[in-house]
């Protein structure tokens, strides 16, 4: 999981950041990003130790993925920046727009600049730094596996926070993602300030309540 960034750091560049998202597909809530960079001489030491395991945040249990987040974030050898894009800006730039902003947040709020970075998926645009895209990099790359880690907790935590503010769309079960119950708690009252009505399934869930208030003469079904 260190084959990447042994080439940079072999090449003299030894500040290097991976970097990933969370939340991409669902049709609500923020796209969080987060970019970590590794002491060299830490990940080389713990990548067989505490670090064990540590990949792909979709295939770590939620158990796992709350151990190595707070092993990253309380370790001084580790760096970590969150950014985000709200759902006002998802649906204005586009969901691809919205995630390399939040990818850039994530990166300027390091507490210091990387000199690369390692970026998961295809090349993101606007970054403040130079970089390289690793399709599936987050079960390639320590670092951004990390990073996919603290994206994932961290955006999953925001959803639970908004489960207890629109507590009827069960934000805490699905976190936003498209599953039948979440369906149906649109079409059952309409989209929250969080939904991305840019995206075809609250689009049609809102055209879906519009028909029935319509055939209802009126008021809703």
């Known amino acids: ?22 939340g991409r597909g669902p049709l609500a809530g923020p796209v969080v990003a ?7 001489g830490f990940a080389e030491v713990e990548e067989h130790r505490r670090l064990e395991g540590l990949t792909d945040s979709k295939q770590l249990t939620p158990r796992r993925r ?7 974030c309380d370790c001084s050898e ?34 210091e600049m990387p000199a690369f970075a390692l970026v998961d998926g295809l090349p993101a645009r606007g970054l403040p730094l130079p970089s ?20 994932k907790v961290a955006r999953d935590r925001i959803m639970t926070d908004f489960d207890a503010v629109y507590p009827e769309y069960g934000f805490a079960s699905h976190k936003g993602y498209g599953s039948p119950a979440h369906i149906q708690a649109l079409l059952e009252h309409g989209p929250c300030p969080i939904h991305r009505r840019s995206f075809r399934p609250v689009r049609e869930a809102i055209e879906i309540r519009e028909m029935r208030r319509r055939h209802a003469g009126g008021t809703e079904c």
């Open 132 to 151: 390289d895209a690793i399709v599936h990099g987050d079960a390639l790359s320590l670092s951004i596996a990390a990073a996919s880690v603290i994206a």
């Open 1 to 22: 999981m260190l084959e990447y960034e042994r080439k940079y750091w072999t090449g003299g560049t030894r500040r290097l950041a991976g970097v990933d998202e969370a």
């Open 78 to 111: 580790v760096q970590v920046g969150v950014g985000l894009s709200d759902v006002d800006e998802i649906d204005s730039l586009n969901i691809l727009r919205a995630t390399h902003l939040a990818m850039r947040r994530a990166i300027e709020s390091l507490p």
């Open 66 to 72: 709350r151990y190595f987040h707070d092993l990253l």
């Open 34 to 40: 987060a970019a970590v960079v590794f002491d060299p």
